[in-house]
Structure formats: C-alpha cells, structure tokens
C-alpha cells in the first residue's frame, strides 16, 4: 500500500501541511490527522467499537473504519468509499474533505488530482456573499455580490474572462450551477474568479451597482470576428460619476413574461396593459418633451424586480416610474392612484435586534445600513413630489376622483436612488376602469397626464434630487 | 374580550358607532388572545375582513379552539380564518387553497409564517389585493398574539414567489390601520 501513496499537497489557510495521500476506487484517501489537528479539532478512537470521533468549532463527527456512513451533529451522511486505517494514520476519502468538513466548519475547499486547499475565512478576506447568472434575451448578465465596496479589474483574453481582486476570497455560498448558452463555468480562486466562455471573443462589458455592492458583467456574442480581446482594467466607480446630460426617466411597466401580474378573468392582463401604457409614457417624453426615456423592458420578458432599479442606478436617471394595474376582492374599487415607498410598516431585523438585544448600531454593516436608509430618506421627499404631481395630473387630465398618493414597503421602489414612483392605472377588477383601460384614447390621456407630470417634476426640481 | 375590544378601537369600530373619533389610538400589546377558563375549550380571536364599500379591512371577533403555545394558536388561527366563512357585510381577503404550512420566531418578536398555496399558478393579484391579503395576515396575527410584534410571510417555504409580486417579501411587516 505504501507503493502507491501520491505526491499530495494539502495546504491550510496558505501553509502547506505534511500529510500522505493514495488513490482508491476512483477518489484519493487522504490522510485526515494532520488536517485536523491544523485546524485545531481534537480527535480520538473509542475503545471498544473502534469508530473514531472529531470535535471541531462544536461540532461532533463520528465515523468507523468499515463504514461508508459519517454521523454528523447526529446526521447521518455518505462517503464515496469507506476510511483506511494503517497503522495509526487514518485516509479518508477526498469528498469528506470537501463535502462534509469544510462546509460543515464555513471554509472553503479546492481540490485538484494532487492538492487540497482548505481557507478559513480570515479578517482581511473579502467576503463574496452570493454570485448568480442570469440569461437575459440575447446576454448574460452575470453578478457577484460582496459585502463591501472593493477593488477589482476585469481581462478578457479569448474565452477566459479573469475578475482580480487585491485581496483573498471568502465565496460564502456556493457557486451556482451553469446552465447558460454563453457560460462555460465559473471557478473561483484564492484572489480572482475566472469565468470560462463557451465563444471566444464573446463582448464582455462591466459595471457596479451599490447597496449592496455589486460587481455585474454584461456577456454577449460577438459579431462574427473571433479575435481577442483585452478590455481595459475597470477599477471600482468613480467616486463622483458625471450626471447624465439630459433629464433622464427609467420606466417600468410591471410584471411581464410568466409573471401575469392582476388578471381580470376575460384575457386582460396587468403586464400586457403596463407595456402598453408603458411605450405611450416614452413616447410623449421623448417626442414632447426630449427626454431621455430607458424602458426596463420592451417585450413580454420576465425580470427581476431588483434588476429594475438596478437598471435606474446604472443609467443614473433622475426619475423611476414604475407603471402596474390594480385589482381588489371587491369590484367596487377604482380609480388610479400613485404610491411611493415607505418603511415605516415594515421592521429592520436591526431595528429589532437593537430594541431586543440593547445594541448599539457602530458596526461597519450597521453604519452603511444607516447611511443607506438616509439616502432612501432624501429620494423619498422627491418620490413624494413626484407622486403629488403624477395623481394630480391623473386627476386633472380624466376627471375621475384622485384616490390619492399612497405609501406601501413595495419592493420594486427600494433601492433607487432617485426619486421612485408606482401608479396604477386603474382597478382589473372593476368593469367601468376595464372598459376604459381598454380603450386607447383613455390610456393615452393617462400617458400624457404622467409625461405632463414628470415635466412639472423636471421643472421644479432640476438636479436637485440627483444624489449618485 | 379586553384584547378583542382594544382591537376593535385601533380599526376605528368606536368611531362608526357614533360619538368623538378617537385620535391616537395605538394598538397595546395585552398579551395572547384570552385562553379560556378550564373547560370553556375556545379563545377569542380578532379577524379581518374586506369591507366591499371601503375595499378597507374591517375588524370582526370570532372564536377558535384552545391553544398551549403561540406557534400552535396562530397556526390554528391561520386554518380557521382561510377557511372560515366571512361575516355578509365583509368579504375574504385570501385566495382559495391558502393554507398555513409552519410557524416558527427565528428572534424576539418576529415570527415567519410559512404558507401553502397548492395550485401552480399563482392567483394574479394587483397591488390592492395582495396588500390587503398581507395585512389581513399580519394584523390578524401581530394584534392578536403579542409575542408577533412582526410578521414576515413565506409561501411554499420561499421568500420570492409568484404570489407576493409587488411588496417587499423579504420584510417582516408590522400591523397596519
């Protein structure tokens, strides 16, 4: 047996560790004494049945030598092959390494044919707190969440994309599985996580979005020239981004693809009104006014409500409206109204942490928190403006009784960072507002009466509530 | 009947029966719902229904059976007021099918409610209905046991779901007028 042990490299929070390690039935066994000891568990043999036991950070682990069973926390889990004893070394197989121990004890585990790397998270470590990928029509929008603010840069050379940081990884959660036409993989790394395209040569663009920090990579295919490419490093975003030259407006008709939003059972749907509504705002601000207008979608598409003022925040604009259609448990509803966000009606966990736990709020997290609630305070005195505005023009342009400007903890609006408004046109849900949405002269006096409105706000406010 | 009674002032039933409109009422926390005298075997328990004029909710007082725990009170609460056949002057603000799956308090104060909504398609709801469908639940159980100051709601074990489309399903609501 001794023939066959393998030239390992086991390498623990970057030390490399003296361990022995030989293949078997498909995996390698690796020998696990000097692995926990450097990661400070204690470890015994019971006397009589022989099994062995780890203690490691509270946990208990509990395994035989003619098992391929581990009893974790009193949980039984599998092994791809059961341990080896010679002697008094103790091989277990590769996946225990990685599957159980590390997760079990929050570190991160890499592996190859000749290597094990286990790293704890250390304080200088930046934390990636999630990475998704998401297929959007025609482009990947790929985005890596940490939990602060940090400095990168981004090569692409032919169908490798190479994201570095200056400081070491801590991936708290796993990667996510690829099932994209433009992905390849994803592999995370000890200071940079490599993206492997499936074309080389695919256009690989990226920006961040704040609160919380993200870092988003655009991937599309290129037109037919397979050449490489090496776009120029992008460090984190300027600190005083320049505004956009015109008064810009994101509009977002709500819902789409398989999210119907409200139905009024004879076909009528929220998400196919909204576009509607949607395209004859961006008309008029276009056309009447010279606005910029960016729509947060165009066709019948599904997307992410955070996407949608991500989308705002990318663009910097200086108004989000976010256009839906009512509905009610009752048909005697009606009318529009226009909403902006609040908090009030919702808890903070660190508010009531705070209020259980007597804490004071000095954390870093805590403060970035504070700071983030003060910024959504000043966009919500401009959304207040705004919705005034917008009911009122409603009101005035069809004659129908203002139900008001309301205020709900809607997940669409959090997260501008510019003024933010919701309105809904009208109730799916009662006859006389179905018959007018549907008539195209009435959905245009509304249109016009939200351009007119987002005008007045221009005119007041100027830049006044541009704070990116 | 004191909890069902300082209920029914915070939602204003004192101010439609006539006399002064109370201007500050605040909800006061008075404990779970009464547990009945021994043999009695029921508590009181305040609902809330839609009121078709207003489209507001409107506070009624039923009773359901009794309870050993928080957790098991609300889930009783929860089967009865899915099910439950509403007042005639009000109308349900859920959809059929809702049913309650778990409850459980990760922390002091905030319990998470975990729903069942069977069918695969979600029931298509403008922002008013899920809103009074939310606040149904969460003043039905943050006003009527103490120990829920707020309340977060999961359906089929999940934060985002077709079902919550337009309020923050990640927050934990607090009672609303």
């Given at each position: 047996m001794l023939a066959l042990l393998l030239a390992f490299t086991i390498i623990i929070d970057q030390a490399p560790v003296p361990a022995t390690?030989?293949?078997?039935?498909?995996?390698?066994?690796?020998?696990?004494?000097p692995i926990v000891r450097e990661l400070g568990a204690t470890f015994g043999q019971f006397e009589l049945t022989q099994g062995w036991r780890i203690e490691i950070e509270g946990h208990t682990l509990v395994f035989g030598t003619d098992s391929q069973f581990v009893v974790v926390d009193g949980e039984l889990k599998s092994l791809s092959?059961?341990?080896?004893?010679?002697?008094?070394?103790?091989?277990?197989?590769?996946?225990?390494?990685?599957?159980?121990?590390?997760?079990?004890?929050?570190?991160?585990?890499?592996?190859?044919?000749?290597?094990?790397?286990?790293?704890?998270?250390?304080?200088?470590?930046?934390?990636?707190?999630?990475?998704?990928?998401?297929?959007?029509?025609?482009?990947?929008?790929?985005?890596?969440?940490?939990e602060q603010e940090a400095t990168y840069s981004v090569e692409t050379e032919n169908d490798?994309?190479?994201?570095?940081?200056?400081?070491?990884?801590?991936?708290?959660?796993?990667?996510?599985?690829?099932?994209?036409?433009?992905?390849?993989?994803?592999?995370?790394?000890?200071?940079?996580?490599?993206?492997?395209?499936?074309?080389?040569?695919?256009?690989?663009?990226?920006?961040?979005?704040?609160?919380?920090?993200?870092?988003?990579?655009?991937?599309?295919?290129?037109?037919?020239?397979?050449?490489?490419?090496?776009?120029?490093?992008r460090q984190t975003p300027p600190l005083s981004p320049s505004p956009p030259s015109r008064f810009t407006v994101v509009l977002d008709p709500g819902h789409g693809g398989k999210d119907t939003g409200a139905r009024n059972g004879e076909g009528l749907t929220e998400k196919d009104l909204t576009l509607r509504a949607a395209l004859k705002v961006r008309r008029i601000l276009a056309d009447q006014y010279g606005y910029d207008v960016v729509?947060?979608?165009?066709?019948?598409?599904?997307?992410?409500?955070?996407?949608?003022?991500?989308?705002?925040?990318?663009?910097?604009?200086?108004?989000?409206?976010?256009i839906h259609a009512n509905s009610a448990r009752t048909s005697s509803a009606h009318g529009a109204e226009v909403y902006y966000l609040t908090l009030d009606t919702v808890d903070r966990q660190l508010q009531v942490l705070a209020e259980d736990e007597n804490l004071s709020p000095t954390?870093?997290?805590?403060?970035?928190?504070?700071?983030?609630?003060?910024?959504?305070?000043?966009?919500?005195?401009?959304?207040?403006?705004?919705?005034?505005?917008?009911?009122?023009?409603?009101?005035?342009a069809t004659g129908l009784p203002e139900r008001g400007v309301k205020q709900a903890p809607f997940r669409v609006l959090m997260g501008a960072t510019m003024p933010a408004i919701l309105i809904e046109l009208g109730f799916l849900t009662n006859p006389k507002d179905v018959e007018m949405l549907q008539s195209e002269e009435y959905l245009t006096l509304q249109a016009q009466a939200v351009a007119d409105a987002v005008h007045q706000f221009q005119i007041q406010t100027g830049d006044r509530w541009f704070v990116h | 009947m004191v909890r069902a009674l300082v209920l029914a002032l915070f939602f204003g039933l004192a101010a439609c029966s006539g006399g002064?409109?109370?201007?500050?009422?605040?909800?006061?926390?008075?404990?779970?719902?009464?547990?009945?005298?021994?043999?009695?075997?029921?508590?009181?328990?305040?609902?809330?229904?839609?009121?078709?004029?207003?489209?507001?909710?409107?506070?009624?007082?039923?009773?359901?059976?009794?309870?050993?725990?928080p957790e098991k009170g609300i889930l009783i609460m929860l089967d009865s007021y899915f099910a439950m056949k509403f007042p005639e002057h009000l109308v349900s603000p859920f959809p059929r099918g809702l049913r309650p799956r778990a409850v459980y308090f990760p922390s002091k104060g905030m319990c998470v409610l975990d729903l069942e909504f069977p069918e695969a398609e979600p029931p298509g709801m403008g922002s008013e209905?899920?809103?009074?469908?939310?606040?149904?639940?969460?003043?039905?159980?943050?006003?009527?046991?103490?120990?829920?100051?707020?309340?977060?709601?999961?359906?089929?074990?999940?934060?985002?779901?077709?079902?919550?489309?337009?309020?923050?399903?990640?927050?934990?609501?607090?009672?609303?007028k």
């Open positions: 390690a030989f293949p078997q039935g498909g995996t390698t066994l690796i020998e696990l004494q092959t059961a341990p080896v004893i010679q002697g008094e070394k103790c091989f277990l197989p590769l996946d225990f390494y990685d599957g159980i121990l590390c997760p079990l004890i929050g570190a991160q585990c890499r592996s190859g044919t000749q290597t094990l790397i286990i790293s704890r998270r250390t304080a200088s470590d930046l934390v990636i707190t999630g990475v998704q990928l998401h297929y959007l029509t025609g482009f990947t929008k790929l985005v890596i969440m940490l490798t994309v190479r994201i570095a940081f200056r400081r070491p990884l801590y991936f708290q959660n796993p990667l996510p599985e690829i099932k994209d036409p433009l992905v390849r993989s994803i592999v995370p790394g000890r200071q940079e996580i490599i993206v492997q395209l499936l074309n080389a040569g695919s256009n690989v663009s990226s920006y961040t979005l704040q609160s919380p920090f993200r870092i988003v990579l655009d991937i599309s295919r290129a037109p037919s020239r397979a050449v490489s490419s090496t776009t120029p490093a729509m947060t979608r165009q066709d019948d598409i599904d997307i992410d409500l955070d996407e949608r003022t991500a989308k705002a925040n990318e663009v910097r604009a200086h108004a989000f409206i976010s954390r870093t997290d805590d403060i970035q928190f504070i700071l983030w609630d003060l910024a959504q305070s000043a966009t919500i005195r401009g959304s207040a403006s705004l919705a005034d505005l917008t009911a009122r023009s409603i009101a005035d | 002064n409109t109370p201007t500050t009422l605040q909800p006061q926390e008075t404990g779970s719902p009464e547990q009945p005298a021994s043999g009695e075997g029921k508590a009181q328990i305040t609902f809330f229904g839609v009121n078709p004029g207003s489209g507001s909710l409107q506070p009624f007082v039923g009773e359901i059976p009794a309870f050993s725990s209905e899920e809103s009074t469908m939310v606040y149904a639940i969460v003043n039905g159980v943050s006003l009527n046991f103490s120990e829920a100051r707020s309340v977060k709601i999961l359906i089929n074990g999940r934060e985002a779901s077709p079902f919550l489309t337009h309020l923050d399903a990640s927050a934990f609501f607090k009672p609303r």
